[in-house]
């Protein structure tokens, strides 16, 4: 599980409800109040769909004429997906169980419910899968390594070389964009939310 070496401010924000704000009082959000043997299914459940390392997005189709997201068609809509962040500690403790070795050195992505039927070989996902990082200097990397995960569903998850990837919490917002044939998915993470006990957690 990959440490950031900054030391900031820190600030939480809890998801309340759809259409609510995150309350960013420190120390507010469970994560950080709980230890991770105390942490009920409902609110692992909200850390692993409705947190700063989870977003839950619905693909789109990216086959026809390009529009605009609010003009999008209903039948250009697709599957509905979790994007989470796999390799941020309070990720890993939910899910209580290491990433693979093959990861080291990596940020991890991974995108839940998906379906993979139709579309070749794994390793064609990671061609078309990217991250994209928004400050001062914009800068992009595409994954080096893609595998599938078992948890409670398949998840398919990237690997972003650190080296490639120059994230810190000054940053306004981190893109995640993969391909999943026509398919296009797009989650939106922000590292000024990603705390974890007092220490920023990608």
């Known amino acids: 599980m990959p440490r950031h070496p900054l030391s900031v401010t820190r600030r939480q924000l809890l998801w309340c409800a759809p259409g609510l704000a995150w309350a960013s009082a420190a120390g507010d959000a469970f994560w950080n109040t709980k230890p991770p043997a105390q942490w009920t299914a409902g609110e692992m459940y909200q850390l692993m769909n409705h ?84 400050n001062k200097q914009k800068w992009m990397a595409r994954a080096a390594i893609v595998r599938e995960i078992i948890t409670t569903s398949p998840i398919t998850v990237f690997g972003f070389p650190f080296k490639e990837t120059p994230i810190d919490v000054e940053m306004s917002e981190v893109v995640f964009e993969a ?19 007092g220490k920023p957690a990608f």
């Open 179 to 197: 391909y999943f044939g026509k398919w296009f998915v797009q989650a939106k993470f922000h590292p000024k939310e990603m705390f974890y006990q």
């Open 51 to 134: 947190s700063p390392w989870a977003v839950a997005v619905k693909s789109r189709d990216h086959s026809g004429p390009s529009v605009l997201e609010q003009s999008m068609p209903s039948d250009r809509w697709g599957p509905k997906c979790v994007v989470t962040w796999e390799s941020a500690e309070p990720v890993r403790r939910a899910r209580k169980k290491a990433l693979s070795w093959l990861f080291d050195g990596c940020y991890v992505i991974g995108v839940d419910g998906m379906p993979r039927s139709g579309l070749g070989p794994l390793y064609r996902l990671r061609q078309n899968a990217v991250l994209r990082g928004k």
